[in-house]
């Protein structure tokens, strides 16, 4: 079982930036892949980042690459999605979590969610 916990939500103005993390409490944390989604406000929840076990793989959507950086801490249970010049569109609730693959983008893929984090972006 593995129970991702986020963090490092909060509000920032256009083009400011944010660290979020997700602890999981879990000694088998490096046999997972972690995934970053979001949902905003009438919206379906979105892919958007990925990273393998190893953290050698990594997968963005289109509307964050270049801007946001997944990595992870085996060592620490730890994952975290930095992200910078932040737009207005990317305040949404970010939810973390764990299956058995990175390489897709499909919601269903993952087995254990977080409870999500806040991220509001104004300008």
């Known amino acids: 079982q593995v129970q991702p916990v986020e963090s490092g939500g909060g509000s920032v103005q256009v083009g400011g930036s944010l660290r979020l993390s997700c602890a999981a409490s879990t000694r088998y944390f490096s046999n997972y892949a972690m995934g970053w989604f979001r949902q905003a406000p009438g919206k379906e929840r979105e892919f958007v980042a990925a990273t393998s076990w190893s953290g050698g793989s990594t997968y963005y959507a289109d509307s964050v690459k270049g801007r946001f950086t997944i990595s992870r801490n085996n060592a620490l249970n730890t994952v975290y999605l930095q992200m910078n010049s932040l737009k207005s569109e990317d305040t949404a609730v970010y939810y973390c979590?764990?299956?058995?693959?990175?390489?897709?983008?499909?919601?269903?893929?993952?087995?254990?969610w977080g409870q999500g984090t806040q991220v509001t972006v104004s300008s």
């Open positions: 979590a764990a299956g058995p693959r990175a390489d897709t983008v499909a919601l269903e893929e993952y087995d254990y």
